[in-house]
């Protein structure tokens, strides 16, 4: 029994020491984080820059009741990763089974934790940064999940004024250069 402890503990020693990811802190909040594995990540500073301003934004057009979005921004854990993800969605059209796999470039998976793939241009407003943390700001507002199947389904939470909320707030961004 003690070997097999003892080598569960070596796996696991040898496996958390090869890995290259590191936590880094969100100048916007000591309780905000960002996981990174490589230097292909936007800068934290721009990071905690682009979270300011969307909250602020976000404040401006739809409100925050009892600072619930800001607490949950104030919490956030951000994983940075280059490793592709797919999403497949099964529908009936027809009389027939279509399967649509799409590429995932992000994923709100908890009210404050949110999935992000990198890109080479290692800008904020060239991630989907913004479109996820309007999931987080709906999963505050008691929308399922952050409302993850955007405008379908029931009740409708997102809508096409958050659609243009995220390219008014990445325009924004593109012009801050982050």
């Known amino acids: 029994m003690i070997r097999i402890i003892l080598l569960a503990l070596a ?3 040898f496996s958390c020491g090869t890995t290259n990811k590191r936590m880094v802190n969100l100048s916007h909040s000591p309780y905000s984080w960002q996981i990174v594995g ?3 990540v936007p800068n934290p500073i721009r990071v905690s820059q682009a979270i300011t301003i969307f909250y ?3 404040k401006k057009r739809f409100g925050d ?3 619930r979005i800001k607490k949950n921004i104030n919490e956030l854990m951000i994983e940075w990763s280059s490793e592709e993800k797919t999403h497949e969605d099964t529908e009936y059209r027809d009389g027939q089974i279509v399967i649509t796999i799409k590429i995932i470039k992000g994923m709100t998976l908890t009210p404050t934790y949110i ?3 990198t890109n080479p241009y290692k800008r904020v ?3 989907s940064l913004v479109h996820e943390l309007v999931h987080v700001a709906l999963w505050t507002q008691e929308c399922r999940g952050g409302d993850p199947d955007h405008e379908k389904g029931y009740p ?3 809508t096409a004024e958050h659609n243009n909320f995220i390219r008014d707030v990445n325009k924004l961004l593109m012009r801050y250069d982050m």
């Open 125 to 127: 407003y060239a991630s």
């Open 11 to 13: 796996i696991l020693l």
């Open 56 to 58: 602020h934004q976000w």
């Open 38 to 40: 490589s230097d292909k």
């Open 65 to 67: 009741n009892e600072d």
């Open 156 to 158: 409708v939470c997102w």
């Open 115 to 117: 999935w992000l793939k």
